[in-house]
C-alpha cells in the first residue's frame, strides 16, 4: 500500500473493494454501461480509484448479458462510501481499510442525516415518478379511446378493423372498447362497431 494511501486512512479515508454489475441486452449495449458505470466513478470527487478490472460481458441461462467490474477504491470518509451506495447501487462492498471504525455519537448523528436526506430525495423522486406515471396513463388511455373512435369513424367496424387502424391487439384494445360501448360512445350490434353521435 502506498505511502499517501496510508496517510488518507490515518485521517479518515475508507478503502473498499466494490463490485459493479450490468446485466441486459445486447451484449455490446451491457459493456458500453459497465465501460460507463466506471468512468463516472473515475470522475466522482472525494473518491480515488486505485484499481480496476472490467469483466467482459458473458450470456446467461435466460439469454442476457451479464458484464461486471471489480474495483478498489479510497473514499473520502464514510459518509462519502454510504453516498456513493446510494448514487451507484453496487453489486457488493467489502470494507479492507480500516478494519475497524472509532468515532463520537456525533459524528455518527450526522451520518445518519446524511443517509435521511438521501432517503427524503429518493422519496419525493419516487413520489414524482409516481405522478407522472399515473398522468401519462391517463393521457394515453385518452389517447387510445380517441383512436378508437377516430378508427370507427362514420361507419360501421369490426374490431379487426380497428385493430388494423389503431395497430393494438384485439385482446388488449377490447377493454377499452367495452368502456366507450358502456359509455353510450360506440355501439355494438352483430360484431360491428358505429359511433353514437352525442
Known sequence: MEQETKDKLEKGAV???IIQEVLGKPKEHVEEAI???????????????????VFPAEENEEGAYLAFAEMEVLFKDLP???GFCFDFVPGSVEVVEPTHFDFSVAYLNDIMNDLM?????????????????????????ELLRN??????GNRERTVEEIC????IPADQL?????????????AEKEGKLSLLQK
Open 35 to 53: 465501460a460507463g458505470i466506471v468512468k463516472a466513478i473515475k470522475d466522482q470527487p472525494d473518491i480515488d480509484v486505485q484499481s480496476t478490472k
Open 147 to 152: 383512436l378508437v373512435i377516430l378508427a370507427v
Open 15 to 17: 478503502l473498499a473493494r
Open 174 to 186: 377490447r377493454p377499452y372498447i367495452d368502456i366507450l360501448v358502456k359509455e353510450g360512445r360506440l
Open 80 to 82: 462519502r462510501l454510504i
Open 117 to 141: 436526506v438521501k432517503l427524503h430525495g429518493f422519496s419525493m423522486k419516487t413520489k414524482n415518478l409516481t405522478l407522472e406515471n399515473n398522468v401519462l396513463r391517463k393521457r394515453g388511455t
Open 164 to 167: 388494423g387502424t389503431v395497430g
